[in-house]
Protein backbone atom coordinates (compact mmCIF):
# COMPACT_ATOMS: atom_id res chain seq x y z
CA UNK A 1 0.00 0.00 0.00
CA UNK A 2 1.44 3.22 -0.87
CA UNK A 3 1.15 6.70 1.11
CA UNK A 4 1.43 9.80 -0.18
CA UNK A 5 4.29 11.73 0.46
CA UNK A 6 2.47 14.61 1.18
CA UNK A 7 0.74 12.21 4.49
CA UNK A 8 4.10 11.65 5.34
CA UNK A 9 5.58 15.13 5.88
CA UNK A 10 2.35 15.84 7.75
CA UNK A 11 2.71 12.96 10.59
CA UNK A 12 6.76 13.43 10.47
CA UNK A 13 6.29 17.44 10.93
CA UNK A 14 3.25 16.74 13.82
CA UNK A 15 5.77 13.99 15.28
CA UNK A 16 8.80 16.81 15.41
CA UNK A 17 6.24 19.60 17.10
CA UNK A 18 5.54 17.40 19.76
CA UNK A 19 9.01 16.27 20.68
CA UNK A 20 10.21 19.97 20.29
CA UNK A 21 7.85 21.29 22.28
CA UNK A 22 7.84 18.72 25.17
CA UNK A 23 10.49 20.37 27.16
CA UNK A 24 8.60 23.75 27.53
CA UNK A 25 5.50 21.73 28.39
CA UNK A 26 7.48 19.85 30.82
CA UNK A 27 8.95 23.28 32.40
CA UNK A 28 5.90 24.76 32.15
CA UNK A 29 4.55 22.03 34.71
CA UNK A 30 7.26 22.45 36.62
CA UNK A 31 7.21 26.47 37.03
CA UNK A 32 2.95 25.71 38.11
CA UNK A 33 3.60 23.07 40.17
CA UNK A 34 6.25 25.08 42.10
CA UNK A 35 4.01 28.15 42.14
CA UNK A 36 1.48 26.23 43.82
CA UNK A 37 3.45 24.59 46.22
CA UNK A 38 4.98 28.10 47.25
CA UNK A 39 1.37 29.39 47.45
CA UNK A 40 1.01 26.64 50.04
CA UNK A 41 3.80 27.15 52.14
CA UNK A 42 2.84 30.59 52.86
CA UNK A 43 -0.42 29.72 53.81
CA UNK A 44 0.41 27.61 56.32
CA UNK A 45 3.21 29.80 57.86
CA UNK A 46 0.35 32.29 58.18
CA UNK A 47 -1.85 29.46 59.25
CA UNK A 48 1.39 28.83 61.86
CA UNK A 49 1.64 32.15 63.13
CA UNK A 50 -2.25 32.74 63.76
CA UNK A 51 -2.21 29.38 65.90
CA UNK A 52 1.00 31.16 68.01
CA UNK A 53 -0.74 34.17 68.21
CA UNK A 54 -4.18 32.49 69.83
CA UNK A 55 -1.92 30.52 72.07
CA UNK A 56 -0.28 33.69 73.55
CA UNK A 57 -3.44 35.37 73.96
CA UNK A 58 -4.87 31.77 76.08
CA UNK A 59 -1.26 31.86 77.80
CA UNK A 60 -1.65 36.18 78.75
CA UNK A 61 -5.41 35.52 79.71
CA UNK A 62 -4.11 32.36 82.05
CA UNK A 63 -1.24 34.30 83.29
CA UNK A 64 -3.73 38.26 84.42
CA UNK A 65 -6.65 35.28 85.56
CA UNK A 66 -3.81 33.82 87.96
CA UNK A 67 -2.57 37.87 89.35
CA UNK A 68 -6.41 38.82 89.69
CA UNK A 69 -7.02 35.56 91.77
CA UNK A 70 -3.85 35.90 94.18
CA UNK A 71 -5.83 37.84 96.76
CA UNK A 72 -8.47 35.27 96.73
CA UNK A 73 -6.36 32.29 97.30
CA UNK A 74 -4.30 34.23 100.06
CA UNK A 75 -7.93 34.92 102.25
CA UNK A 76 -8.73 31.36 101.28
CA UNK A 77 -6.05 29.74 102.84
CA UNK A 78 -6.05 31.85 105.57
CA UNK A 79 -10.08 31.36 106.52
CA UNK A 80 -9.00 27.60 106.14
CA UNK A 81 -6.22 28.45 108.74
CA UNK A 82 -8.70 29.92 111.34
CA UNK A 83 -11.59 27.47 110.73
CA UNK A 84 -9.03 24.16 111.65
CA UNK A 85 -7.50 26.48 114.72
CA UNK A 86 -11.10 26.54 115.91
CA UNK A 87 -11.88 23.18 115.24
CA UNK A 88 -9.83 20.73 116.87
Do not use: C, R, W
Not at 6 to 17: F, G, P
Amino acid sequence: MAVNSEIIDAVTSTNVKVVAESPAMAMGTLYQSLAHSTGILFENAVSGAKHADMIGLAATNQGIMQIYSVDTITDAISVAQIIAANNP
